[in-house]
């Protein structure tokens, strides 16, 4: 099996660095903490100045360039001085606030592919490109039944980004001890960045109350073949009044289930029943499916938390979590 991951480099060992990486060369820029006045809001003909004053020149030339247009066209000295810790390579276009840890929403104006990036700011690494890394994620996700049941059937399974536009992601989760969860997810295609999407992995990146990287792991594989809400990397949008179900992999034989953990804000959803589909096939312990019922009660957004665990296990973490945004319409 060849597996694509998109510009990283798969080992048992977490190593994360800045974007933009490092050189002996360059001054080390003092860290400073990013907020949103480093947002620069470009106009729609920011990107045909940009391409028109600055794509026949090579680096550095075409970074200071690019630099000189964000100046040219206003942009403040936060946004600026952003662009130049990036290496002159993109702007911030949003930011979201989490804490301690906050998350940079930039655009690489100059890359043929994956325009759009997510860093985790602030925290300890106080800059990490959540698609610069470099993560045990093939060993993990190898063990996983869903993603080795995708490369049976998608040799060329690949690994790449997944949505970087839109700000409902990460999903941010509260941990005990004032700790933060950032739930990032990744999709899974059968082979090349324009293939067939045939599912999606979310790893979580877990912060300590001193805002300092903990660590990550695999949260949940899923297969988006043939379900539909199924997949935490992707909104489940809805209209007021209206019922839906989350509909996720599991196997009840193994004592196992999937429940609801939290629902951010009762008064746009409400849980109103369960299910569990048999599998397909009477193989013994074949896995099903457990259906997760809610009523999408007003308008607006928020986030339901689920847990795969064995009900009569306490204190034990579950085997499996996933978050979903929901949005009410």
């Known amino acids: 099996m060849r597996t694509v991951l998109f510009s990283l480099v798969v080992s048992g060992v977490l190593t994360i660095h800045a974007a933009g990486g490092e050189s002996a060369e360059k001054p080390v820029v003092p860290a400073v903490r990013i907020g949103p006045s480093a947002v620069w809001k470009a106009g729609p003909e920011f990107l045909d100045r940009v391409h028109g004053k600055c794509g026949s020149l090579s680096i550095p ?3 200071e360039c690019f630099r000189g247009v964000m100046e ?11 662009a130049r810790r990036m290496d002159n390579d993109a702007w911030m276009r949003a930011f979201r606030d989490a804490g301690k840890v906050g998350v940079a929403y930039v655009t690489y104006p100059f890359r043929a592919n994956e325009n ?17 890394f470099v993560l045990p994620m093939k060993a993990e996700m190898e063990k996983d039944a869903v993603y080795a049941g995708l490369a049976r059937r998608f040799p060329e399974i690949g690994f790449w980004p997944g949505d970087r536009y839109s700000t409902d992601f990460p999903v941010v989760e509260e941990l005990k001890g004032g700790g ?3 739930h990032v997810g990744y999709a899974l295609r059968n082979g090349c960045h ?3 999407e045939i599912g999606s992995a979310v790893f979580a990146f877990d912060f300590g109350a001193d805002a300092k990287l903990k660590g990550t792991k695999l949260m949940k594989v899923t297969d988006t073949t043939g379900k539909r809400f199924s997949d935490p990397a992707v909104p489940v949008t809805v209209g007021a009044g209206k019922e839906f179900s989350l509909v996720l992999d599991g196997n009840r034989t193994t004592g196992y ?7 951010v804000d009762g008064k746009v959803v409400k849980q109103v029943g369960t299910d569990y589909r048999q599998p397909s096939t009477k193989g013994v312990g074949a896995g099903g499916a457990d259906i997760l019922k809610f009523r999408a009660v007003g308008k607006g957004k928020t986030v339901i938390g689920v847990r795969y665990a064995r009900p ?3 204190g034990v973490e579950p085997l499996r979590r996933a978050a979903f945004v929901v949005i009410v319409r």
């Open 61 to 63: 030339n075409l970074g």
């Open 72 to 82: 040219e066209s206003g942009a403040s000295p936060a946004a600026i001085a952003f």
């Open 116 to 132: 759009n990036g997510v860093l985790l700011v602030n925290g300890d690494p106080d800059l990490i490109d959540v698609d610069d």
């Open 180 to 182: 933060k969860r950032l």
């Open 194 to 196: 324009a293939c067939q």
């Open 257 to 263: 289930a999937w429940a609801v953990d939290s629902i």
């Open 312 to 314: 009569w296990e306490k």
